[in-house]
């Protein structure tokens, strides 16, 4: 699926650049050897870069989470997919934000990581107090 949508954002709406995350993944060596995968598979269409943006474990927790229609760090904030969103979380806050709109599929991608940055704060800010 991800080399699918992949092929049809370069072709349909020139974008080259990726971010990918490995999700659901045992562990973060089986998170790089996904990426790996995918990379020899897109490896074939030019002008497409992918970057590795981090792993998400699959865990009990958000197995739970999902199961309530729930964010798992607002659930279990210490579970372990949790911290590693949470270290997404910091890598795309570190990046330089425009803020203005460069496009209709980047606007609405921005927005969507925005929204659930703001979230994934909250809860951050709730556990603390």
């Known amino acids: 699926d991800a080399q699918a949508f992949i092929h ?30 995918l990379c020899e598979v897109v490896g074939q269409q030019d002008d497409v870069t992918l970057c590795h943006l981090g792993s998400i474990a699959y865990d009990i927790e958000l197995k739970q989470a999902v199961k309530k229609q729930q964010t798992v760090v607002n659930l279990y904030p210490n579970a372990v997919s949790s911290k590693h ?28 990581i925005q929204f659930n940055c703001i979230e994934a704060n909250t809860a951050v800010t709730q556990i603390t107090q």
């Open 8 to 37: 049809l954002l370069a072709s349909e709406y020139k974008v080259f650049k990726f971010q990918i995350i490995s999700n659901m993944v045992l562990s973060e060596d089986d998170g790089n050897i996904l990426f790996k995968r």
């Open 85 to 112: 969103l949470f270290a997404i979380r910091n890598v795309i806050e570190s990046w330089n934000h425009s803020n203005q709109p460069r496009g209709c599929l980047e606007f609405f991608v921005e927005r969507l």
